[in-house]
């Protein structure tokens, strides 16, 4: 489809169209048939007819419009209620300097829990632990542990679920944040793709129920991602930009093959707790979401790095955390703590058409979706508070 609309559009130019005059004040226009698009360098200026703009056009980087909407602003730098963070990227932890320092920038944001999720395990996993433990600040995060996918043939499930139990033992809260590149390129010893519904991983799925910790699984990437790099794609400042992020190579696993990888993997352990990292990559389609917390009871998602598609529809948006409201948990994903306002202002306000934080994510404007208090409290902590264990229960407003 997308292919077909842009085919069109570039064989209109080539094979010529009619060009016809309209008028005062306007040039030369291409004419097209009705539901035909423009070609590429014109506008629609009536209905069949397009125009090129007589300066020279700028570039998507460079088109800046300064926008004259005057309407009430409310900037809000920290969360009304604590947070959680459950996808938390501190970097390095180990050091008390390094702590103290994450602190305070999370106080300033009224962040009160960071869930740290770089997936690590082992040795790596204690040093954080330890340097935690020792700290005055060791109620400000939780730690999960990780796991390492390669590799993965016959025992290999045993042997990680046994990894798990040291690690929760040790104090891991949970597991995450399981990356991306597991279903989308980790490969096994005989070189295929691992899929996210290998039966060699069931023993692991089956000891987070076991020890009644989360997982917190990363599936995919944007739909976008998987879709060509062409000027109906709505990332392609993004792709372009990012070369390593482009899924839509041949012979690469599709989008909706990761999905249903990760469904099949949501239905076969209904007893493990699984955090769907970025809303399950369905932000977009709000009913696609509300589908997979219907069918699958066990799971919850969070907010990391989707905020641009809840944004641009505060009144779904809305309506879907309202009712979902006990499944939706706050993650940031990378820490800029300049970023996080734009999460309060989105959640807690009404205001309108403001800006995003990354063009490249998205090139237009958020919204406020106006969550009542309740809602917020369950978004901000309460949910986290039930999905993750061992996380401080008193202190909470
Ligand atoms: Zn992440």
């Not at 009430?72 to 501190?90: E, L, S, W, Y």
């Not at 016959?154 to 139990?165: D, I, M, V, Y």
């Not at 993997?265 to 493990?272: D, G, I, L, S």
């Not at 219907?294 to 309202?322: C, K, M, S, W």
């Amino acid at each position: 489809m997308r292919n077909s609309c842009f085919i069109a559009a570039a064989s209109l130019a080539v094979l010529g169209t009619v060009t016809v005059a309209q008028g005062p004040g306007m040039r030369g226009a291409t004419r097209v048939e009705p539901g035909q698009p423009c070609p590429p360098g014109t506008t629609e200026v009536r209905p069949g007819a397009c125009q090129a703009p007589d300066a020279p056009a700028p570039s998507i980087l460079d088109y800046r419009p300064e926008s004259t909407l005057v309407t009430p602003q409310h900037q809000v730098p920290r969360a009304k209620f604590p947070a959680i963070d459950v996808h938390g990227h501190p970097g390095d932890l180990s050091s008390a300097d390094a702590i103290a320092r994450m602190v305070a920038e999370m106080d300033k944001l009224n962040l009160r829990i960071m869930l740290v999720a770089e997936n690590v395990s082992g040795d790596r996993l204690t040093r954080t632990l330890q340097a935690l433990a020792a700290s005055p600040h060791k109620d400000r995060f939780r730690v999960m542990a990780g796991v390492d996918f390669r590799n993965v043939g016959p025992g290999w499930g045993a042997r990680a679920a046994s990894q798990l139990e040291a690690d929760v033992k040790a104090g891991a809260v949970g597991v995450g944040e399981i990356s991306k590149s597991f279903g989308l390129n980790t490969k096994k010893p005989d070189g295929s793709r691992l899929k996210v519904d290998d039966p060699e991983l069931d023993p692991l799925w089956e000891a987070f129920a076991r020890l009644d910790v989360p997982v917190f699984i990363h599936t995919a990437e944007p739909q976008e991602f998987f879709q060509p790099l062409d000027y109906t794609n709505e990332r392609w400042l993004e792709l372009s930009l990012f070369p390593s992020r482009r899924n839509n190579q041949p012979g690469q696993v599709t989008f909706e093959q990761l999905m249903t990888e990760r469904n099949n993997v949501f239905r076969k352990h209904p007893k493990t707790r699984f955090i769907a990292a970025h809303f399950g990559w369905h932000a977009n389609d709000l009913a696609r979401a509300a589908k997979m917390l219907d069918d699958f009871p066990n799971v919850t998602v969070e907010v990391g790095a989707i905020l641009y598609d809840l944004g641009r529809q505060p009144r779904g948006a809305h309506d879907f955390f309202v009712k979902y409201q006990d499944r939706i948990m706050f993650g940031k994903d990378s820490f800029q703590p300049d970023e996080y306002p734009y999460y309060w202002r989105v959640f807690e306000t009404n205001d309108e058409y403001f800006d995003y934080y990354r063009d490249y994510h998205a090139f237009w404007k958020l919204y406020g979706m106006g969550l009542p208090d309740g809602v917020l409290k369950k978004l901000y902590y309460q949910n986290a508070l039930r999905v993750v264990k061992g996380l401080p229960q008193t202190g909470w407003p």
